[in-house]
T-cell receptor, first 115, second 113 residues
Framework: GAVVSQHPSWVICKSGTSVKIECRSLDFQATTMFWYRQFPKQSLMLMATSNEGSKATYEQGVEKDKFLINHASLTLSTLTVTSAHPEDSSFYICSVPGRESYGYTFGSGTRLTVV | GDSVTQMEGPVTLSEEAFLTINCTYT??????LFWYVQYPGEGLQLLLK?????DKGSNKGFEATYRKETTSFHLEKGSVQVSDSAVYFC????????????FGQGTRLTINP
């Protein structure tokens, strides 16, 4: 499968500021990447599908103006949490479909804490 | 829509015990099925997968068989170790769709020495 690097692994920010999370596919050109959110002791919820060179596809209930996704190249997708609030504190994980049929590789995740 | 239901946790076992974590799914097509494992503070790692009915996925002593007739993909291991303590997620991917993963709620497993 693909090798995926996600950065930063953790971040603390003040309310009202914006935070950018990067997801890089190191050895695979990914036209699609997925962004998930995980609340403590809960499952992963798909937030959006990032599409290289076009707009992201957001899941129902996800605010696209708050969670900005940019997939500028085949190896990089970014998620920006704009005007963050404490309720945005969560674990965010990206994933990349791999070469093998239906194989997915996940980033190590980013723990965001908004204070 | 597609969905995955896992046995509720947490599950606590002694070392060398037999493990079963149940997983059933609902899908309109012919999904691929996965088990992922998440260690504390980390992302998800693929544990095993099966892409068609009757396939058996296996890795690190864990096994799961794709049962179309019962729409199940139960995870089993004959003898668990303390290092197996983690959260386990069952997931499916609908081949006909955008190939996004649908996850079960996760099962927290703790193995005591």
């Amino acid at each position: 499968g693909a090798v995926v690097s996600q950065h930063p692994s953790w971040v603390i920010c003040k309310s009202g500021t914006s935070v950018k999370i990067e997801c890089r596919s190191l050895d695979f050109q990914a036209t699609t990447m997925f962004w998930y959110r995980q609340f403590p002791k809960q499952s992963l919820m798909l937030m959006a599908t990032s599409n290289e060179g076009s707009k992201a596809t957001y899941e129902q209930g996800v605010e696209k103006d708050k969670f900005l996704i940019n997939h500028a190249s085949l190896t990089l997708s970014t998620l920006t949490v704009t005007s963050a609030h404490p309720e945005d504190s969560s674990f965010y994980i990206c994933s990349v479909p791999g070469r093998e049929s239906y194989g997915y590789t996940f980033g190590s995740g980013t723990r965001l804490t908004v204070v | 829509g597609d969905s995955v239901t896992q046995m509720e946790g947490p599950v606590t076992l002694s070392e060398e015990a037999f493990l079963t974590i149940n997983c059933t799914y609902t899908a309109t097509g012919y999904p691929s099925l996965f088990w992922y494992v998440q260690y504390p503070g980390e992302g998800l790692q693929l544990l095993l997968k099966a892409t068609k009915a009757d396939d058996k996925g296996s890795n690190k002593g864990f096994e799961a068989t794709y049962r179309k007739e019962t729409t199940s993909f139960h995870l089993e291991k004959g003898s668990v170790q303390v290092s197996d303590s983690a959260v386990y997620f069952c997931a499916l991917s609908d081949r006909g769709g955008a190939q996004k993963l649908v996850f079960g709620q996760g099962t927290r497993l703790t193995i005591n020495p």
